[in-house]
């Protein structure tokens, strides 16, 4: 069993269970197969399983490594967003919805998405490789969000909080009357607020 399903923590983790999205932060095995490091790229992106019929042996020596995300909402929470290769339509739609929910920044359609992803890149990991959270209130946060409940993760979703796991959602529970710790990068959480709805199995 590989090490190469993500959390929303943005974790890498062994598991079993199939992922349903594909992901790249670099080379971060070696020859063993073994994790080294939990990103080389600012480009944390997300890809679609099959791709114009390419076909490559996983965790190969030398080669990207290829992480796996139960669904869209956890790629975000871990701090990937959509690859313009093989998902240039939500990729678009993605740059669109973050300049127009984050207009402080003063960026424009012009704007490279590598000044994006240096934004991405301060929201999710901090100097030390741990996961960077805020506080909010579950109440105000859009569907796709996760938050952080007693050290679990948990999506946002129709006004309910659902327990993450890597083969699935768990029971819907109310949520709580408390600030929690928001697993979603802000910068992305904007970005569903201005209209992105991320893809969650159901």
């Given at each position: 069993m590989l090490q190469n399903r993500v959390n929303p923590f943005g974790s890498i983790i062994k598991t079993s269970a199939r992922g349903r999205l594909m992901g790249n932060r670099g080379l971060l095995h070696n020859e063993k197969q073994e994790i080294r490091r939990p990103f080389k790229l600012n480009a944390w992106i997300t890809c679609v399983l099959e791709f114009k019929d390419r076909r490559r042996p996983v965790m190969a020596p030398g080669q990207y490594t290829e992480l796996f995300f139960m669904d869209e909402a956890t790629s975000f929470a871990a701090g990937h967003r959509p690859c313009f290769e093989c998902r240039r339509l939500e990729a678009s739609a993605f740059k669109t919805f973050w300049l127009r929910g984050n207009p402080e920044y003063?960026?424009?359609?012009?704007?490279?998405?590598?000044?994006?992803?240096?934004?991405?890149?301060?929201?999710?990991?901090?100097?030390?490789?741990?996961?960077?959270?805020?506080?909010?209130?579950?109440?105000?946060?859009?569907?796709?969000?996760?938050?952080?409940?007693?050290?679990?993760?948990?999506?946002?979703?129709?006004?309910?909080?659902?327990?993450?796991?890597?083969?699935?959602?768990?029971?819907?529970?109310?949520?709580?009357?408390?600030?929690?710790?928001?697993?979603?990068?802000?910068?992305?959480?904007?970005?569903?607020?201005?209209?992105?709805l991320p893809s969650f199995i159901e």
């Open positions: 003063g960026f424009n359609s012009k704007t490279s998405i590598k000044v994006i992803d240096e934004i991405l890149q301060k929201e999710r990991i901090d100097q030390h490789y741990k996961k960077v959270t805020f506080q909010g209130d579950p109440v105000t946060l859009p569907d796709g969000t996760f938050v952080a409940f007693r050290n679990e993760p948990y999506l946002i979703k129709n006004g309910m909080m659902h327990p993450w796991s890597a083969e699935g959602y768990g029971r819907a529970k109310l949520l709580p009357q408390e600030k929690l710790s928001v697993l979603t990068p802000k910068s992305i959480v904007n970005t569903f607020k201005a209209g992105y």
